[in-house]
């Protein structure tokens, strides 16, 4: 049977009502945990270089609600990086909670985390991260193939083709599929990178500076990319971005300052 299209390549969904950040604090209060997708609960972090501790995150709590575009603005160095991390199971706090569609799951198992990342959470970066050696639609299809190894991948592929190609085509990338990372263009990586990590249908964007290596134009490209599809398939997407015109463009804006999202 072939996998289930991504929620993207869907009809448009309605989309909820944008919320001023006052009025979204004041929810977030009586919100119950249900409505919370994501949530950091009082995260600490340190990192140690030697004898000396760098805390980064201290006690810090925030909450994604589910449909939301949530922009994490911050110094460079204030921990965005990190935070996000932490949200996406890469790295665990020292101290708090993460959960997840009420669940809690930085404790989970490793081999659990990694089922999340694979199925639940897309993930982007500033440098792309795709795999050199391979073309533009195997590293689309490269999540499936690691998910779900070798025998069911094959039994699959066809459908998986399909739903990598349309995304592909989503992205206006069509014409590039065989071209490998090198022959790319930094906004047509970053497009790819934006397809791979939709292609095992998440419901959850996380995105570390996607814009960061683009030049304007093209950053606001990626951005409106984003907006879409966060209103089209009510993808919930936290992006970290120190990019006052970019994060303006999200629901809602968090600052990270002294270990802590300021309010
Ligand atoms: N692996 C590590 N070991 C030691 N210190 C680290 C490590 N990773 C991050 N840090 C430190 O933690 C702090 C927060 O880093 P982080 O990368 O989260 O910041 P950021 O807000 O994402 O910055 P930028 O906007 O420059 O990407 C920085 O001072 C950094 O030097
Ligand atoms: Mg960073």
Known sequence: MSKKSPNILCEPASRPPRMSSASLMAKDRRVDAAARQLEARGVSKSYRKGSVVVPVLQDLDVAVQEGEFLAIVGQSGSGKSTLLHLLGTLDAP?????????????????????ELRNRRFGMIFQFYHLLPEL?????????????EGVGSYLRRRRGHRETALKLLEMVGLSHRLKHKPRELSGGEMQRAAIARSLVANPSLLLADEPTG???????QEILALLR??????????????????LADQADRIVRLARGRIET
Do not use: C, Y
Not at 136 to 143: D, G, K, Y
């Open 94 to 114: 020292d101290q708090g909670e993460i959960w997840f569609e009420g669940r809690r799951i930085d404790n989970l198992p490793r081999a659990q985390q990694e």
């Open 135 to 147: 073309t533009t639609l195997e590293n689309v299809l490269s999540p499936l193939m690691i998910a």
């Open 213 to 219: 290596n683009l030049d304007q134009s093209t950053g």
């Open 228 to 245: 879409t599809l966060n209103e089209r398939a009510k993808l919930t997407i936290v992006m970290v971005t120190h990019d006052p015109v």
